[in-house]
């Protein structure tokens, strides 16, 4: 079964860094696109970053692109995602996605698995 837990969600003041954690089953993360999303407070969920497990060469929408790197730790089954200069607008719920199997990783991509979330909030 594809298990996915977000951590390191919290409250950070504008400017600050965050780096959130998505421990993934062994089983995802041996064959997988993996993507980082969020939802702000009354907005459609957004895509912000993908990669695929073992992969170096990331994706990232231009929301994030400068801001935001995603990375991962394949000995641990664990996916980063490395958020700086955060600012208001970064507030919101961030989900770690998985979609197992081949093919393009970026956040187009429709992932069949989803984490419950952790909430980060940037205040002002």
């Known amino acids: 079964q594809v298990q996915l837990v977000e951590s390191g969600g919290g409250s950070v003041q504008a400017g600050g860094s965050r780096r959130l954690s998505c421990a993934a089953s062994?089983?995802?993360?041996?064959?997988?696109?993996m993507g980082w999303f969020r939802r702000a407070p009354g907005k459609e969920r957004e895509g912000g970053a993908a990669?695929?497990?073992?992969?170096?060469?990331?994706y990232y929408t231009d929301s994030v692109k400068g801001r935001f790197t995603i990375s991962q730790d394949t000995a641990k089954n664990t996916l980063y995602l490395e958020m700086t200069s955060l600012q208001p607008e970064d507030t919101g719920m961030y989900y770690c996605?998985?979609?197992?199997?081949?093919?393009?990783?970026?956040?187009?991509?429709?992932?069949?698995?989803w984490g419950q979330g952790t909430q980060v909030t940037v205040s002002s």
């Open positions: 996605a998985a979609d197992v199997g081949l093919g393009y990783c970026d956040t187009a991509r429709v992932f069949a698995y």
């Open positions: 062994s089983y995802t993360y041996s064959r997988s696109c």
């Open positions: 990669i695929y497990t073992g992969r170096i060469r990331p």
